[in-house]
């Protein structure tokens, strides 16, 4: 099986957790990092903004829900120490997610985001849908 790498946007997580659509492209993309599919990828500071945002009360996450996520991507992801890039954005909290997959971009690294308009112009910077029909040709996904 080819393991395709993924820097996940907390923007799709949360999408994912709040939408009452089980068939919705984050919903799919976080089943495929849960069920091995999509290795994701991962710094201390992506972890730190998944811990803050997702813990935000207007989401109304479960706690235990958190936990479970974000240990599984522990356990089943990559994590990276990117170089510095230079790059400026205007969310600087970007920045990190950027570098994360510019660092991998060797084993063909993804970054998933539902706000593709926040990083550059790249065919590696994919929507959700984008990235499920990537899985699909990679391995036969559902």
Same mark, same amino acid.
């Given at each position: +099986? ?12 949360? #999408?994912?957790?709040? @939408? ?10 976080? %089943? ?6 999509? @290795? ?7 972890? @730190?903004?998944? %811990?803050?945002?997702?813990?935000? #009360? ?11 996520? !974000?240990? #599984?991507? !522990? ?9 510095? #890039?230079?790059? !400026?954005?205007?969310? +600087? ?5 950027? %570098?994360?997959? +510019? ?21 590696? !910077?994919? @929507?959700?849908?984008? +990235? ?11």
């Amino acid at each position: +099986m080819h393991l395709v790498y993924a820097v996940i946007d907390t923007n799709v997580l949360i #999408s994912a957790l709040i @939408t009452k659509n089980q068939e919705a492209a984050t919903v799919r993309v976080l %089943e495929a990092v849960l069920g091995g599919d999509l @290795t994701p990828l991962y710094h201390r500071d992506i972890l @730190t903004e998944y %811990e803050e945002v997702l813990h935000r #009360s207007k989401f109304k996450i479960d706690n235990e829900i958190i936990r479970i996520l !974000i240990d #599984s991507i !522990i356990k089943y992801g990559v994590e990276v120490f990117p170089q510095a #890039s230079g790059e !400026i954005f205007v969310d +600087m909290d970007d920045l990190i997610f950027y %570098e994360v997959v +510019m660092e991998k971009r060797d084993d063909d690294a993804y970054l998933v985001t539902g706000n593709q308009k926040h990083y550059p112009i790249r065919d590696f !910077i994919v @929507t959700p849908a984008q +990235m499920i029909d990537i899985l699909r040709k990679a391995n036969s996904y559902r």
